[in-house]
């Protein structure tokens, strides 16, 4: 057995090839159900899976893997839940703070991040607030940051952008950084790179933790999923519920119901997935679906299918809720590693206070129901911490669409899209039919088409052409940041 902590070495390690069919559900959107969205595109190679460790036994015997770590029943009520997640939001700030060279944190105005800028420049004053963002939404963006940076009396304020600030799909024809599994963030690598410079410059160059509300949308924005666990123990609550997302959401009432009604196990709604292709609802809020471009083979269902043969396969949490917002932090988790990748040669060091281990307990031990609560906007956080954040963003409850920047990129990289859909590798191996993904992806965009399953594609062809050295290499050379 070979063992390694990045992907591609143990591949070259144990010289394994690339798996047609576990790279088909790296193309799935939002991601593939656990365990599924995990596995890596390597043939023979498998994942510890998260709370697992692999052990090495000293008398020679096979390593093994075993669980260090269970998800908390949601057993603490209201206010005792409140309670601890201030306590632990405020020390996974402080030890941050603490040992840190210099500190900067997002200003943005949304509530993630104004409760991580306030919470840090409680224990630092020498704070350095960083705003920037797309033409479409610098202006909003620098509007609600001066908000929160006023309100925590932060001197150092900085913007970058907005002229300078990269589209969608810049440069994605070339390498910025190999990644030992595909990238969904792929398409904004490069905003993840000027962040990076924008911020050194900012704090003159200085090694840097910079703080973020990463994780902040994957444990407090409200999902449906929780329907299920309230389904039979408060049907009067499901039926308010079920009204409030359909308003909010414009999501049938009868699919709404059926997640709340369904009580299918988690191993029997897998095996549903491997055969018809997408999710049925109960376990996730967005239905995870094959593409139409993608190739759903007879055996890429046999080769799924055998990973449910011989166990039965638990949801991550001891809820739908849980494991909903579980399943959301894997997979954000795996996108924040690699944009730390590509922060960190710039001396800045990416660092999330939600998802210290310690704030993600206190947040599953909240009252079922409570976290997803539809008639509010993030009640459990505003309710431990709000009043450390200034009413107008506590009341704060829209933000501009970014999906407008999506197609603007896409249009103005629409050269570079081409190239990255004509020849395609991920089309050699048939996981794609490319011609209906070149149409997909550079034709009229109907509604119901998601950007990110595009990216998934995109992300997928990128990697493959990186292990085959087919894209160039970025120039490591500063890309050139102005702010005021």
Known sequence: MVAATDARLLAELAGT?????????????????????????????????????????????????????????????????????????????????????????????????????????????????????????????????????????????????????????????????????????????????????????????????????????????????????????????????????????????????????????????LQDFVRDGHTAPGWLSMESSIPPWVHYREETRERLGSQLEHATVSPLGTTAEQHETLSRLITSGSILRHESQIMAPAGIFVDAPFGDDRVVDAVLRSPIGKLQDPSRVKPVLLDAIGDELPQAIVNRTAKTDSTAAIWTGLTQNASRLRTMSTNMLAAQRGVVDEGMFRASLLGPHPPSLLPMSLWRTLAVEAWLRDNEGVRHQISVDPIGVNYP
Not at 142 to 150: A, E, L
Not at 185 to 194: D, T
Not at 216 to 237: I, K, N, Q, T, Y
């Open 17 to 269: 090839a690339v798996d047609a069919n576990i790279l088909t559900t790296w193309t799935l959107s939002p991601q593939a159900p656990y365990p599924f969205g995990l596995q890596p595109p390597w043939k023979d190679m498998h994942v510890v899976p998260p709370g697992h460790c692999l052990i090495f036994n000293t008398d020679g015997t096979r390593p093994c893997i075993e669980q260090y770590w269970c998800p908390p029943a949601p057993d603490r009520d209201a206010q005792e839940s409140r309670d601890r997640l201030r306590e632990r939001m405020i020390e996974a700030v402080r030890v941050r703070a603490e040992r840190s060279d210099a500190l900067s944190c997002d200003a943005s105005g949304g509530i993630d991040s104004s409760v991580v800028l306030a919470l840090a420049a409680r224990e630092r004053n020498d704070t350095t607030a960083f705003t920037t963002g797309p033409a479409a939404l610098f202006d909003e963006e620098t509007s609600w940051g001066r908000v929160i940076v006023d309100a925590t009396g932060v001197e150092r304020w900085k913007t970058a952008g907005p002229d300078s600030f990269p589209h969608v799909f810049d440069r994605i024809d070339e390498t910025l950084l190999r990644t030992d599994l595909p990238f969904a963030g792929e398409p904004v690598k490069m905003r993840s790179r000027f962040i990076a410079e924008a911020v050194s410059a900012a704090t003159s160059g200085t090694v840097t933790t910079h703080l973020t509300g990463h994780f902040g949308d994957e444990l407090f924005s409200s999902g449906v999923a929780h329907l299920r666990d309230l389904g039979l123990r408060r049907p009067l609550e499901v039926r308010k519920r079920v009204e409030l997302l359909h308003a909010r959401t414009r999501i049938p009432r009868r699919t709404l119901m059926k997640w709340a009604t369904s009580r299918s196990s988690y191993h029997q709604s």
